[in-house]
């Protein structure tokens, strides 16, 4: 419904298509590419973000970051790192910045490349220790650790 409305709401294609230039349109772009996003149509969320130019911190970050989600339904490991990692630095603060981490340190494991996700989860600890991330960070990172020494064997 809020992709395409009904009679009685206009659903976000809609509106980019009427509004595409403006302001409203632009932000109409990000929520498609979430709506599309949750809906599993992932190629078609990418393009939807892709065509979303940003405009404050939150949304710019979380556009980023859900494109890397799109990316790693996708089987494409590699370039959702580089989004989240993209996303977590893009404007650092409290909220999305171990958000993205903690999915980059993810993904990072899903790659077997478990010497660069305890870099972030040492990272987590660290800079980021009063949010929900660093505390999970813990238990991720002695996996991880456990994970590593496993494979050098």
Do not use: W
Not at 40 to 62: C, V
Not at 83 to 106: D, H, I
Not at 130 to 140: P, S
């Amino acid at each position: 419904l809020a992709l395409n409305g009904d009679t009685s709401f206009t659903g976000f294609l809609n509106i980019i298509e009427e509004y595409g230039s403006t302001k409203t349109g632009n932000l109409a772009h990000f929520y498609a590419g979430i709506c599309l996003l949750n809906t599993g149509k992932y190629q078609e969320a990418i393009d939807q973000l892709d065509a979303y130019s940003g405009g404050d911190m939150l949304t710019t970050s979380f556009a980023i970051g859900a494109k890397g989600d799109a990316l790693m339904e996708l089987g494409k490991t590699k370039e959702a790192i580089d989004q989240y990692v993209k996303a977590a630095g893009k404007e650092e603060n409290q909220m999305s910045t171990p958000y993205f981490l903690m999915k980059a340190a993810l993904a990072y494991e899903d790659q077997k490349d478990y010497a660069k996700a305890i870099e972030i989860y040492k990272k987590l600890r660290t800079d980021f220790f009063q949010t929900n991330e660093a505390r999970d960070a813990e238990k991720h990172l002695a996996r991880a650790e456990g994970l590593l020494q496993q494979k050098s064997k």
